[in-house]
């Protein structure tokens, strides 16, 4: 019996041995196959990194050319931004052209540099070597690269014609420019009496010269450019003489505006002394009317004066009303404002433009008739 008890538990322990190596074996046997999927994974993860890295750093250098203007076919255009266009106008522009390939990049860089801000109104010429902060710069005020358009505006032209000449030569349209003529305050103290409303408040102050302007430009301070240019030539001197004389500046500028549409070129101090003539001393004949063809023209339309046009009923018709029209009629040169601030000394109350092209003044009617008597062009 005791020999029995002694053999069970060494086999007990045997057979535990035993099963404790089958158990740590399947358990060796068990951890091989996770050690080999983790391996898979880290693999697969490292090459996803990479992948995605590549792909970025790819998609990265594709705006990077866009924004820095890498490897662009070369092209010039010219683009033309009006008072209308928004942003979102001027970037689809931009990806029409080929400038840009990617508007929601050029805006995102636009947005954050400000420069969306910068582009103002004009026609630029814009090429494919710019980059985004070139793009803006071009499409700024200051650019170098916005078209200027030389305008001459001639003496005796009328503000209406002056709009006119700006419009067709792409400055800025008619109904805007008569807009901020009418509506606008200037800051000059020769404008301060005269009411807002009306587009011809600014006749005869701006200055007829040689402008450059961009195309387009904004209609205020395209007229503005013209009344800084007055500003400039009405000096002290000329400020003492009009006080001198006893009129105020609008009148002595409707005066030089009714010597420069009536000039043959080189008469104006004649011409002068005969309306001074009238005002101040007028005769029976004459009773105090200027009777000045160019101020029927001034409201007729523009077209050669008929005796129909005697009738019109304007403050502007010289021949129905005594004295100086309203305002200026035209917008004269120096020549013409300083003959009205310095009229020749006659007795002339008579003037007409004769066969040869140029006036001859008389101091009677019966003068001016005979005259007149002797010219095929009244005939």
Not at 40 to 47: E, K, P, R, T, W
Not at 72 to 84: L, W
Not at 233 to 260: F, M, N
Request: aromatic share 10%; hydrophobic share 35%; glycine share 8%.
């Amino acid at each position: 019996m005791p020999q029995h008890r002694e053999y069970e538990p060494r086999h007990r322990e045997e057979r535990a041995v035993r099963s404790g190596e089958r158990r740590a074996g399947r358990a060796q046997r068990s951890r091989r196959p996770s050690t080999g999927r983790t391996a898979s994974f880290v693999v697969l993860y490292v090459a996803g990194v990479i992948g995605a890295s590549i792909l970025l750093a790819c998609i990265g250098w594709i705006l990077a050319g866009d924004l820095l203007a890498l490897n662009k076919e070369e092209k010039s255009v010219t683009i033309t931004i009006s008072s209308e266009d928004s942003f979102g106008d001027v970037t689809d522009r931009l990806k029409e052209e080929g400038l840009i390939e990617y508007k929601w990049l050029f805006r995102l860089f636009a947005a954050v540099t400000g420069g969306d801000d910068e582009v103002t109104m004009g026609t630029y010429t814009l090429n494919t070597d710019m980059d985004y902060r070139a793009l803006l710069n071009g499409m700024s005020a200051n650019s170098a690269t916005k078209a200027t358009v030389s305008v001459t505006i001639p003496e005796g032209m009328t503000t209406q014609q002056i709009f006119a000449l700006l419009e067709e030569k792409g400055v800025a349209s008619v109904e805007d420019l008569e807009q901020e003529a009418a509506e606008h305050d200037y800051a000059f103290d020769f404008l301060q009496d005269i009411p807002l409303g009306e587009v011809n408040r600014l006749e005869g102050f701006l200055y007829p010269d040689t402008y450059e302007f961009y195309t387009p430009h904004s209609p205020l301070y395209a007229i503005n450019r013209m009344l800084v240019r007055f500003d400039e030539l009405y000096d002290e001197d000329l400020r003492q003489k009009v006080a001198d004389s006893g009129y105020t500046l609008r009148e002595i500028l409707t005066i030089a505006s009714l010597i420069e549409r009536e000039t043959d070129g080189s008469d104006q101090t004649d011409i002068a002394s005969v309306i001074y003539n009238r005002l101040n001393n007028p005769q029976a004949e004459t009773a105090g009317y200027l009777n000045i063809d160019a101020t029927l023209v001034y409201i007729n339309g523009g077209r050669e004066p008929t005796a129909d046009d005697r009738n019109i009923d304007s403050p502007y018709n010289t021949y129905l009303y005594k004295g100086l029209p309203p305002g200026p009629i035209a917008n004269p040169g120096m020549e013409s404002i300083t003959a009205a601030l310095n009229p020749a000394d006659t007795d002339y109350f008579y003037y007409a433009l004769g066969d040869d092209g140029t006036h001859s003044f008389f101091q009677t009617y019966d003068q001016l008739q005979n005259f007149l008597a002797s010219q095929e062009r009244y005939q």
